[in-house]
């Protein structure tokens, strides 16, 4: 997991030094890992949300899908009820303190080609999501 966080700074009247918690959205569904593929597609419908933040078993984040991931991997010829959302997670492992700046998890996000990134406190919970335009 790579934790992007600098040191605290107060907010400016710029927006690029706001702060990851000033305009993160709400981390919404959470998922454990061993979740299977087509069961974390059920959910995304019934919540109506376009991306799920998976957890492992202690509750930390370790990623996130989206519908459209999770329906490329349903539709592969590899798929089977047994394929978890930890087999297809791969080295995701980018997020954003609260203090991270949107001009850092900006560039973050164009480095690592990532549309959001998770919000995590200091113990690897999700505290919400951060979408950034590429």
């Known amino acids: 997991m790579t934790l992007i966080q600098t040191d605290s700074r107060p907010a400016d009247a710029d ?4 702060t990851a918690v000033e305009v993160m959205d709400a981390a919404g569904p959470q998922v454990c890992d061993d979740m299977s593929v087509e069961v974390a597609l059920a959910v995304m419908a ?5 991306r799920l933040v998976v957890c492992d078993q202690d509750g930390q984040c370790t990623g996130l899908v989206t519908h459209a991931e999770l329906a490329a991997v349903r539709d592969s ?5 047994r394929v978890r959302l ?7 492992g980018s997020f954003a303190s609260p203090v991270t700046t949107m001009v850092e998890a900006e560039h973050a996000t164009r480095t690592r080609r990532l549309g ?6 200091e113990q690897g919970s999700a505290l919400g999501i951060l979408a950034l335009s590429r």
Do not use: F, M, N, Y
């Open 116 to 121: 959001v990134l998770p919000v995590v406190d």
């Open 46 to 50: 019934a919540a109506r949300t376009a």
């Open 15 to 18: 927006p690029a030094h706001r």
């Open 86 to 92: 930890r087999d297809i997670l791969g080295d995701r």
């Open 77 to 81: 010829s590899d798929c089977t009820d």
